[in-house]
């Protein structure tokens, strides 16, 4: 295993009240995952990533809190929470929880004296402005859905500034009582357990906001005094950030100038992301080779989060009009699959049409590239969306877990869940769900399973190098390598329909018994390495030789 544990991780995120409901009051809680951690350890996840777990008045699927101190009363309580760990912990997994400490909600207490009167202690710590900020009709995150990012209170008299919906308003990291405050919560949960925080929204975190700027500075030194901060605390805690920013502002949210990784452990690979869709849609892999070349060196201890598929939209942002379009037809040809005029808010399995052997190759090729993987709930069974749903929740259902009523989710009335479950077309729950993919062999999440598996008898992907392999190949095969203290694995995923053969014979004097660890078929003994058949669709990962320690 390697030092950094997050290098070599497995990362499932969920949602905690579409999970598992013990109660049967119609929303997941804590005692529910509990009874589900014998699964995720047989996926073979070694971590959880949990979306927001405080109060809120769930706005915004909790990522609006009003305590950060405590746990949503819906999911259970803190005694809960530590056995979460505890039983977590027990079967060698660990639990990350989401950090949104960009704003607070309007309903937390520290907002709702901030606003009664400047007097208050509170006041300062969130971002005020006396007159109509000129900029207030810039910089939304949810166009469509979000119409200013300064709006007006009238108990306060003053304008508030909010990055995403009005009710989210911002905290002022220019205040060092915020900053102090941060810290404090940030102790609270290293205390109790967790393994560190997805921190959501880092770039606005670290604005300084200045009304009338939509391009305000940004202050790192916080992010660099909060590493230090949780480093003291916990040595083995990690931070896990979102920041779709631009690629060559990526390095600054790793590393100060000097170079070494002291601020955030690992970022989600958003370019990535949008690279991914769109090699997939097209079937052709010069996206993923261009994001291989273009993405930023990281420096020592500073690790990519891959994903296909997460709580929010997929986001196409990054990718030219063209080229969005081209990721639109394939998977979100239907207007009401959009969403912010950039992304797509639907599950994999449904934009590859439900196709079993590209929703193999899709994530046989994320959990292939360099980094940490994070798969989201419900991926490794293939669940679908419900478009009926407003925005996001979409693909915010239920997790479906057997034929029995409400999917196995709740026994509560169905009028009384969280969200419905999906009950219609393929994707419905009688179709898709746990208990059918356990007891067959073939299924999606045993083959999930198997690739987890073999995944972690490969460490060189997590904690090695990933190079393309630049020859000349049939058009839509990608050929890439990894490298590490272990050894090598080469991966060859055909992207395209047609079968294809690809020559690596270059690689045969480093070649030591070369064998098919995964692939979607038996294709026999791998012999020379001129000659790799390889499926329309299909994918080979090959051990190509052992290092130390396998
Ligand atoms: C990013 C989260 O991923 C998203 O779900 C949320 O709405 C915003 N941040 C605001 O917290």
């Known amino acids: 295993m390697a030092d950094r544990w997050y290098s070599e991780a497995v990362v499932y995120?969920?949602?905690?009240?579409?999970?598992?409901?013990?109660?049967?009051?119609?929303?997941?809680?804590?005692?529910g995952l509990i009874g589900r951690l014998d699964y995720l350890a047989r996926l073979g996840v070694t971590c959880l990533w949990l979306h927001p777990i405080h109060p809120s008045p769930n706005r915004d699927d909790g990522y609006d809190a009003t305590d950060f101190y405590n746990i949503d009363p819906r999911f259970g309580t803190l005694g809960d929470f530590a056995e979460l760990l505890h039983q977590a912990q027990n079967r060698g997994i660990r639990i990350i929880i989401d950090l949104v400490v960009n704003h607070t909600s309007n309903e937390h207490p520290w907002f709702q004296s901030a606003r009664s009167s400047p007097d208050s202690p509170y006041r300062d710590w969130y971002v005020w402005a006396d007159h109509e900020p000129s900029d207030r009709h810039q910089g939304m995150v949810f166009p469509g859905e979000q119409h200013e990012t300064w709006t007006y209170d009238r108990t306060a008299k003053a304008w508030y500034y909010h990055r995403f919906y009005k009710f989210q308003p911002d905290l002022n990291f220019t205040n060092p009582a915020v900053r102090e405050e941060i810290k404090k919560i940030v102790s609270f949960w290293l205390q109790l357990g967790v393994s560190g925080f997805r921190m959501d929204a880092v770039p606005f975190i670290i604005e300084l906001t200045e009304s009338g700027n939509p391009n305000s500075p940004k202050d790192f030194e916080f992010l660099t005094e909060l590493r230090q901060h949780v480093q003291w605390r916990r040595g083995d805690a990690v931070l896990l950030a979102e920041a779709n920013v631009e690629p060559d502002q990526l390095p600054t949210f790793f590393a100060d100038s000097g170079g070494s990784g002291n601020r955030l452990h690992m970022l989600f690979d958003f370019m990535l992301n949008g690279r991914l869709m769109l090699a997939l849609a097209r079937q052709d892999p010069e996206p993923i080779i261009e994001a291989l070349r273009d993405t930023p060196a990281l420096p020592e201890?500073?690790?990519?989060?891959?994903?296909?598929?997460?709580?929010?939209?997929?986001?196409?942002?990054?990718?030219?009009?063209?080229?969005?379009?081209?990721?639109y037809e394939q998977f979100g040809p239907d207007e009401n699959m959009r969403i912010y005029d950039r992304g797509i808010r639907r599950r994999l399995a449904p934009m590859l049409g439900n196709d079993r052997r590209r929703i193999e190759l899709a994530y046989a090729l994320q959990f292939s590239l360099r980094g940490t993987p994070v798969l989201r709930y419900g991926e490794e069974i293939g669940m679908g969306e419900d478009l009926s749903l407003p925005g996001?929740?979409?693909?915010?259902?239920?997790?479906?877990?057997?034929?029995?009523?409400?999917?196995?989710?709740?026994?509560?009335?169905?009028?009384?869940?969280?969200?419905?479950?999906?009950?219609?077309?393929?994707?419905?729950?009688?179709?898709?769900?746990?208990?059918?993919?356990?007891?067959?062999?073939?299924?999606l999440l045993a083959w999930f399973e198997r690739m987890i598996r073999t995944l972690r008898e490969a460490p060189e992907v997590g904690s090695g190098s990933t190079t393309h392999i630049d020859v000349a190949m049939p058009p839509g095969v990608l050929a890439h390598r990894a490298d590490g203290r272990t050894g090598t694995m080469v991966f060859v995923h055909n992207l395209g329909t047609t079968d294809a053969e690809v020559d690596l014979s270059m690689l045969e004097p480093e070649a030591d018994l070369p064998i098919d660890v995964l692939a979607d078929r038996n294709y026999g003994e791998v012999g020379k390495l001129d000659r790799l058949k390889v499926a329309g669709y299909g994918y080979r990962w090959i051990r190509l030789r052992r290092g130390q320690g396998l």
């Not at 598992?20 to 929303?27: K, L």
């Not at 990519?304 to 063209?322: G, K, Q, V």
Request: with cysteine; charged share 30%.
């Open 392 to 443: 996001r929740e979409a693909i915010r259902t239920p997790m479906q877990w057997s034929y029995q009523p409400n999917a196995g989710f709740s026994t509560a009335d169905p009028e009384k869940l969280v969200r419905p479950v999906i009950d219609k077309g393929e994707f419905s729950y009688e179709k898709v769900n746990v208990t059918a993919q356990r007891s067959d062999q073939k299924s």
């Open 301 to 327: 201890g500073g690790q990519w989060a891959t994903f296909l598929r997460n709580h929010d939209e997929i986001d196409l942002s990054r990718l030219t009009a063209e080229q969005r379009n081209q990721v």
């Open 13 to 31: 995120c969920l949602d905690i009240d579409t999970y598992a409901d013990s109660d049967g009051d119609g929303v997941g809680d804590i005692r």
